[in-house]
């Protein structure tokens, strides 16, 4: 008999998600998973940071009962939100001219800023980093977008291919969403410099671009003010901008969905009709958000010595990073490995791309159980002073 299925297809596997399962299942003892990105601590785990545990233990005591939120979020929440990414004296936040929206983690925020602009723009079209996080395109694709793609990475020298990347952003149509990394390039871990931050800035604004930033890693490159310089220049700009950001690697609260999206407009008049709009977005598609991580991380936005507390821990979640990157580096240095590993040093947040080949990345599985993702991309922050020196003979090895 037919079935009203017949037609589907099965969908491609996630392939980072693939390696997960397949990293699970390997009998070998000796293993090392640097193909997921989520941090780990030195034992290996995901953390429970010690203010998200203190903020939930008074959630419980509270005994607060189950209530739908609204549409937008715990005001609380999003307006934590604004001067967590503009700085608390901010003119954007002063004058009220962005609309945030409390959102499902970074994906949500992406998700429901590429919906809103399928309704404003004509022929919606965006551009992505090449390469970028394979999300950004399925999103904006599903959103009725044609996505392309600005240069960025040059694989030849390890570095961004500025002047291309520039070239390439003054040729695009008028209204094009630009979507960039603010900090913590997903998968290079390659950022621009804030010199370079201000000609893009320059050339969105001359040429009417609508520049996207994505800023899933706030705090995990050089602290949580200097990992928003980008954002802060586009405020300085007057022009308008998106920005999603996401809490589940800074407050280590994956499963919670908590992040925000930020419509940066020209007025506090524009931004209430803007505000209104995604609210329309949000309705039809999820209703209102989940309450739980929404609770916690507005409950530490919004006091001192909590704050203070979680600076302390994304501190500690950064200098761990940076730790093992330098003692990879130094591991493969002492192994004579004969390719000079020094630039992962150089690069920013949870990922590094080793400059690995596909089937080196292979033969790091095959032979020595270290999961890597195909495009060379390892999660720096999966790796611990029991696991690096093993990795880096790996790596060696394979070379
Ligand atoms: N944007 C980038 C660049 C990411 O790397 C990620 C997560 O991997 C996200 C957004 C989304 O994060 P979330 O889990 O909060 O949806």
């Not at 017949?6 to 997960?20: H, K, Q, R, T, W």
């Not at 233990?57 to 503009?86: N, R």
């Not at 901008?241 to 994956?254: G, R, W």
């Not at 791309?353 to 270290?370: A, H, I, M, N, Y």
Request: proline share 5%.
């Amino acid at each position: 008999s037919t079935s009203v299925f017949d037609v589907v297809e099965m969908a491609p596997d996630d392939p980072i998600l693939g390696l997960n399962e397949a990293f699970k299942t390997d009998p070998r003892k000796e293993k090392v998973n640097l193909s997921i990105g989520v941090y780990c601590t030195e034992e290996g785990k995901v953390p429970l940071l010690k203010v998200v545990e203190q903020t939930e233990k008074k959630l419980a005591e509270a005994g607060a009962p189950h209530t739908y939120l609204p549409i937008s979020g715990i005001p609380a929440f999003t307006s934590g939100v604004q001067k967590l990414i503009f700085g608390p004296d901010s003119e954007v936040v002063k004058t009220k001219r962005a609309a945030t929206v409390q959102s499902l983690g970074g994906t949500g925020a992406l998700k429901v800023g590429a919906d809103f602009l399928a309704t404003v723009l004509k022929n919606p079209e965006a551009v992505v980093s090449a390469p970028t996080w394979q999300n950004h395109v399925a999103i904006f694709e599903s959103a009725g977008f044609k996505v392309g793609s600005y240069p960025y990475y040059d694989k030849k020298t390890g570095e961004i291919d500025f002047p291309a990347m520039l070239e390439c952003l003054k040729g695009l149509k008028k209204d094009t969403v630009v979507i960039l990394h603010a900090c913590c390039h997903n998968p290079t871990g390659v950022d621009l410099t804030q010199e370079q931050w201000a000609q893009v800035v320059e050339v969105c604004r001359d040429k009417g671009l609508i520049p996207f930033l994505d800023i899933a890693y706030q705090g995990f490159g050089a602290g949580l003010n200097e990992d928003a310089g980008s954002i802060r220049q586009f405020a300085d700009s007057g022009i308008p901008f998106f920005v999603s950001n996401s809490f589940s690697k800074s407050f280590s609260l994956y499963g919670e969905r908590i992040g925000a999206l930020t419509v940066v407009c020209k007025s506090e008049e524009e931004a209430k009709r803007v505000n209104s709009k995604l609210k329309s977005v949000i309705r039809a598609n999820y209703s209102n958000p989940p309450a739980h991580g929404a609770k916690i991380v507005s409950a530490v936005l919004n006091d001192p010595v909590l704050l203070q507390q979680w600076h302390e821990d994304l501190k500690g979640m950064r200098e761990r990073i940076k730790e093992m990157r330098h003692l990879l580096a130094e591991a493969l240095k002492k192994e004579g490995a004969k390719v000079d590993f020094s630039f992962i040093e150089d690069q920013h947040g949870m990922f590094s791309f080793s400059r690995l080949t596909p089937e080196q990345v292979q033969r790091l599985k095959d032979e020595f159980g270290v999961y890597a993702v195909k495009s060379g991309r390892i999660c720096v922050a999966s790796l611990n002073k029991a696991n690096v020196a093993y990795t880096a003979k790996a790596i060696k090895e394979v070379l």
